[in-house]
Antibody
Framework: QVHLVESGGGVVQPGRSLRLSCAAS????????MHWVRQTPGKGLEWVSF????????YYADPVKGRFTISRDNSKNTVFLEMNSLKPEDAAVYYC???????????????WGQGTLVAVSS | EIVLTQSPGTLSFSPGERATLSCRAS???????LAWYQQKPGQAPRLLIF???NRAPGVPDRFRGSGSGTDFSLTISRLEPEDFAVYFC?????????FGQGTRLEI
């Protein structure tokens, strides 16, 4: 059974950094691309970033480009999101999600973690 | 970017009834690259439909997706108590991928 567990959320001041982790189990992690998707009551669901199964490329939504970095460690079945220069508008529940298609990607999500809350406030 | 509009924001039905939820795109969605998700309070979204009409594994057959171009629908044929939740559509045919704002299905 696919299991994704996010961690690393919390309260951070604007301009500071935070690193989110997502531990995966129950599937061959190295065969699937992984995404981060965030959700707020006001803006709803917003795709943030994607990393393919081999980790050789990274893709970002425009609002986070240049500030966030996605990475993965296939030996530890974990995907990360390094968030720098955080802004109040980055506050959200951050979900890691598995791309539904192995060994390639289609950018829809067949498994999600429970989410981790990031609050950005002075 | 493609804007997905789900209206109305809330629909009210009784268990056993048939519900149809709408998702309208501001531009044509390539190759029917549209998904539907269900989200219950305090939970992550759950994939229901991909490719506009393909049910994800384990999704009951009372859930049916349809549509093409700019107009898509999710129909739940006989509402069960556990179906009352928020439903989101998502297009993944054009970058950036985008989500609708959701429709809340309430009793």
């Amino acid at each position: 059974q696919v299991h994704l567990v996010e961690s690393g959320g919390g309260v951070v001041q604007p301009g500071r950094s935070l690193r989110l982790s997502c531990a995966a189990s129950g599937f061959t992690f190295s065969s699937f691309g992984m995404h981060w998707v965030r959700q707020t009551p006001g803006k709803g669901l917003e795709w943030v970033s994607f990393i393919p199964s081999d980790g050789n490329n990274q893709y970002y939504a425009d609002p986070v480009k240049g500030r966030f970095t996605i990475s993965r460690d296939n030996s530890k079945n974990t995907v990360f999101l390094e968030m720098n220069s955080l802004k109040p508008e980055d506050a959200a529940v951050y979900y890691c999600a598995r791309d539904a298609v192995p060994d390639t990607w289609e950018f829809y999500f067949d498994s999600w973690g429970q989410g981790t809350l990031v609050a950005v406030s002075s | 970017e493609i804007v997905l509009t789900q209206s109305p924001g809330t629909l009210s039905f009784s268990p056993g009834e048939r519900a149809t939820l709408s998702c309208r795109a501001s531009q044509r969605i390539n190759d029917r690259y549209l998904a539907w998700y269900q989200q219950k309070p305090g939970q992550a979204p759950r994939l229901l439909i991909f490719g506009a009409s393909n049910r994800a594994p384990g999704v009951p057959d009372r859930f049916r997706g349809s549509g093409s171009g700019t107009d898509f629908s999710l129909t739940i044929s006989r509402l069960e108590p556990e179906d009352f939740a928020v439903y989101f559509c998502q297009q993944y045919g054009t970058s950036p991928i985008t989500f609708g704002q959701g429709t809340r299905l309430e009793i």
